[in-house]
């Protein structure tokens, strides 16, 4: 797999040193797993270890992006490595207003195209083709939901927060200038050659690595590292560990409960002033992902 890093001689020799402050950008699958009990499964935010999330969807709703806006993103952030790793914690909301926006315009037709989908929901409908009834219906929860994509949280010890599932096939997995598709990327960690789920993740050939957000924050804290600024433009699709996804009636009343600021389960926590709208795109043509499993 092609990649931004390659090892050092210094990082061969003395191995892997992990900064204070890890910067990831994430561009996988992402879900959220239900439990039996009907509740999202959770964890709580370890001792020493600080979290800001800029997330693209929300609850129950499935990003769409190319492979191209991808990698747009990912340059963007990852030419603004040591502008991101200067800011104070405390202080980094205020960037995080221009990368949200400047997110937002890159992809800016993306629910113009989707609006376009919808107006022909009816025909689709009848054409009973199942895949692109499925399609339609993620399309119009998407647009519906535009304007609350996009936005900032932050995460400080003992918060509980949605343990997301991030994962990919292995044959997805593209890493390069011109696309940045299903990896998750460490960009401020030189001497690793790949990206984190492979990293952290047993390869097979064939497989399809999974990784939990608690796993890739109890992996850093042991790591020492103290800060994590985690760019989040994979799905939040609810699904439960079959993998069956739910009805619209319990998606928006589970999107509700988990962006209601008195929520004691963060997903939104602490956000930016503004809503953002958020990037995505088509997936009906052969360039296009869809970005949800």
């Given at each position: 797999?092609?990649?931004?890093?390659?090892?050092?001689?210094?990082?061969?020799?003395?191995?892997?040193?992990?900064?204070?402050?890890?910067?990831?950008?994430?561009?996988?699958?992402?879900?959220?797993?239900?439990?039996?009990?009907?509740?999202?499964?959770?964890?709580?935010?370890?001792?020493?270890?600080?979290?800001?999330?800029?997330?693209?969807?929300?609850?129950?709703?499935?990003?769409?992006?190319?492979?191209?806006?991808?990698?747009?993103?990912?340059?963007?952030?990852?030419?603004?490595?040591?502008?991101?790793?200067?800011?104070?914690?405390?202080?980094?909301?205020?960037?995080?207003?221009?990368?949200?926006?400047?997110?937002?315009?890159?992809?800016?037709?993306?629910?113009?195209?989707?609006?376009?989908?919808?107006?022909?929901?009816?025909?689709?409908?009848?054409?009973?083709?199942?895949?692109?009834?499925?399609?339609?219906?993620?399309?119009?929860?998407?647009?519906?939901?535009?304007?609350?994509?996009?936005?900032?949280?932050?995460?400080?010890?003992?918060?509980?927060?949605?343990?997301k599932q991030f994962s990919r096939t292995n044959a997805e997995a593209i890493n390069k200038g011109t696309a940045r598709e299903?990896?998750?990327?460490?960009?401020?960690?030189?001497?690793?050659?790949?990206?984190?789920?492979?990293?952290?993740?047993?390869?097979?050939?064939?497989?399809?690595?999974?990784?939990?957000?608690?796993?890739?924050?109890?992996?850093?804290?042991?790591?020492?590292?103290?800060?994590?600024?985690?760019?989040?433009?994979?799905?939040?699709?609810?699904?439960?560990?079959d993998e069956n996804e739910f009805d619209d009636r319990f998606i928006r009343a589970r999107r509700r409960a988990l962006l209601?600021?008195?929520?004691?389960?963060?997903?939104?926590?602490?956000?930016?002033?503004?809503?953002?709208?958020?990037?995505?795109?088509?997936?009906?043509?052969?360039?296009?992902?869809?970005?949800?499993?």
């Amino acid at each position: 797999m092609a990649t931004i890093y390659k090892p050092s001689a210094a990082s061969k020799k003395e191995g892997i040193k992990y900064p204070d402050r890890v910067i990831i950008a994430n561009f996988s699958h992402g879900r959220i797993t239900i439990q039996p009990d009907g509740t999202e499964k959770t964890f709580v935010v370890p001792p020493n270890i600080k979290i800001k999330r800029a997330w693209a969807s929300v609850p129950g709703v499935c990003n769409f992006i190319t492979s191209e806006t991808n990698a747009k993103f990912a340059n963007k952030i990852i030419n603004s490595q040591k502008r991101l790793e200067m800011i104070p914690f405390d202080r980094i909301d205020e960037e995080f207003r221009e990368y949200l926006n400047s997110f937002k315009d890159i992809d800016s037709d993306t629910r113009d195209e989707m609006n376009n989908m919808i107006k022909r929901k009816n025909a689709i409908l009848k054409s009973g083709n199942e895949s692109e009834i499925d399609f339609v219906n993620e399309a119009e929860r998407y647009v519906h939901n535009f304007d609350k994509f996009f936005q900032l949280s932050t995460y400080l010890p003992g918060d509980t927060v949605i343990d997301k599932q991030f994962s990919r096939t292995n044959a997805e997995a593209i890493n390069k200038g011109t696309a940045r598709e299903w990896v998750m990327l460490l960009v401020n960690v030189p001497g690793i050659d790949e990206d984190l789920i492979t990293h952290m993740v047993m390869q097979t050939r064939g497989g399809k690595p999974d990784i939990y957000f608690s796993e890739i924050i109890n992996y850093l804290k042991d790591k020492g590292v103290k800060e994590v600024i985690f760019f989040d433009n994979s799905c939040s699709t609810f699904m439960d560990k079959d993998e069956n996804e739910f009805d619209d009636r319990f998606i928006r009343a589970r999107r509700r409960a988990l962006l209601n600021p008195s929520s004691s389960v963060k997903f939104g926590g602490k956000k930016v002033k503004k809503s953002y709208k958020k990037r995505k795109t088509n997936k009906k043509n052969k360039k296009s992902k869809k970005r949800c499993l």
